[in-house]
């Protein structure tokens, strides 16, 4: 039976989902209990449930949907893609348009030597070949030991074997015996978090220099590369001080390894650049992208590489690929949208008009009892809750309850707005009017006053 799902009642649907459908990242018995909210439809920032509530996404998705919901111009073009070749594929030399236009795009916007992009239909695949090709490239250079990578703890590159070991979250490495082996983390520069008495800057500082610790600890023989989301998402949205990349610059410069810039988040006008690597001024040999690279209209990803790695690597047979690399419907997809990015001009509207009007709006929120600190760079922000703004305390043994509390009341307010820990994080769509803004930090400060209470009532505020 052909069931149109969207026109079955809530309950069914929910009943349907928790008996057929595991999710991602989610406990299947808690997501039966509940039910799945159900999705139908969305436009511009607003998303719309199957019981009629208006939402304000201030996630777009899952922070890809840059260019914001509903633009037919995507749907026209996957339709037409779809009726002229929806797929061939880039493997045993063959190639077709799109993906020969949208390469040729994003080397244009990438920054310098940035030339050559080879295709996933993801992030975690992209690093997956990030993980491959720089080990493949140090040992047809003759030195096969070279394939150790460092990364970064609490850092995400995502969730295939290669994406969960890169990253540096815990509970992810503990399920399926990761990391796989030659990856190395050193710690993330999270001042508020780890910082203790050291200023921001000092720290930054500090936390940079153990990348020179590792890669000394290690054999600069054996390291690979480093890879780094230029401000991480999914570990908090945590904004590293400003001596910390300069100084990672000056360590990658001495050493002879490969630099990833993870742009899976940061990629695509999220930070008021195309890309983050140029706000924290970093250059790498390799970027990730994936998520707004179609703002999600589409699933691709891939990696873009510099003329010196895409030489070599491509010297020999590269053993890798995947039958969706390059598929031409996401392929034509993601060009409309960055047509549609650098025409409408969204990176200017992220830097002269939503970046600055959400800056002063959030950086208030700092303001509030129960807001340590407000960070924020272009669209991606990120506030910490805390029991003493002075001391910078956590919530101790209550610790995460405290941000998944504040969750559920955004929630209930027609707000997503996503909680690590008890850090709230934002990263709206890149269109949003500072009139939506504005409903957006109305309703979060309302979600912060209803936890405020509640937690005093419990008494966790100490
Ligand atoms: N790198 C970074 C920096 C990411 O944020 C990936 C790689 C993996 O991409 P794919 O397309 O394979 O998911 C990501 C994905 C969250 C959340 O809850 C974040 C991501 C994905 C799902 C959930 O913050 N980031």
């Not at 999220?270 to 890309?275: L, Y």
């Amino acid at each position: 039976m052909n069931m149109i799902t969207n026109h079955l009642p809530t309950a069914e649907l929910q009943a349907l989902d928790a008996a057929h459908h595991m999710h991602p990242f989610s406990n299947q018995d808690e997501l039966a209990e509940r039910g799945a909210r159900i999705i139908t439809s969305a436009s511009g920032v607003t998303l719309t449930d199957s019981e009629g509530n208006q939402i304000l996404d201030a996630m777009a998705g899952l922070w890809c949907v840059n260019i914001g919901y509903g633009r037919d111009e995507l749907a026209d073009v996957a339709a037409r893609q779809m009726r002229e070749l929806p797929y061939y594929n880039t493997f045993f030399m063959t190639s077709h348009a799109p993906v020969i236009a949208l390469s040729a795009k994003l080397a244009e916007l990438a920054p310098g030597d940035l030339n050559h992009v080879f295709y996933a239909g993801s992030g975690s695949e992209a690093n997956d070949t990030n993980i491959r090709m720089v080990r493949h490239y140090w040992s047809a250079k003759g030195k096969p030991d070279k394939n150790v990578i460092i990364s970064r703890q609490n850092a995400y590159h995502g969730s295939t074997l290669g994406g969960a070991s890169l990253g540096g979250m815990i509970p992810m490495h503990q399920q399926g015996g990761l990391p796989i082996p030659d990856v190395h983390h050193i710690p993330q520069p999270n001042w508020w978090s780890e910082g203790g008495d050291m200023s921001p800057e000092e720290f930054g500082l500090a936390r940079a220099q153990e990348l020179e610790k590792a890669i000394l600890e290690i054999g600069e023989d054996r390291v690979a590369a480093f890879i780094a989301e230029p401000v991480q998402g999914a570990g908090g949205v945590i904004v590293p001080p400003e001596s910390y990349y300069p100084e990672i610059q000056r360590i990658c410069d001495k050493y002879e390894i490969l630099l990833i810039a993870d742009e899976v988040i940061c990629g695509f006008g999220r930070t008021g650049n195309w890309f983050g690597s140029q706000t924290v001024g970093w250059t790498p040999h390799i970027m990730t992208i994936a998520k707004g690279l179609s703002s999600g209209y589409a699933p691709i990803g891939g990696s873009i590489v510099c003329d010196e790695v895409a030489k070599v690597v491509g010297a020999t047979e590269f053993n890798h690929g995947y039958t969706y690399s390059g598929h031409p419907v996401a392929a034509a997809v993601a060009l409309e949208n960055l047509r549609i990015l650098e025409e409408e001009d969204v990176i200017g509207h992220v830097r002269n008009v939503a970046g600055p009007h959400l800056k002063k709006k959030w950086q208030a929120l700092a303001d509030h009892p129960l807001v340590g600190e407000a960070n924020l760079v272009g669209m991606m922000g990120s506030i910490t809750l805390t029991p003493n703004k002075a001391t910078r305390a956590t919530f101790g043994e209550h610790a995460g309850s405290v941000g998944y509390k504040c969750r559920e009341h955004c929630f209930a307010n027609n707000l997503v707005m996503r909680h690590v820990g008890d850090r709230m994080i934002i990263s709206p769509p890149l269109v949003i009017t500072p009139e939506e803004i504005d409903t957006l930090i109305e309703r979060a400060t309302r979600a912060l006053d209803l936890t405020y209470e509640q937690i005093k009532a419990e008494g966790l505020m100490g």
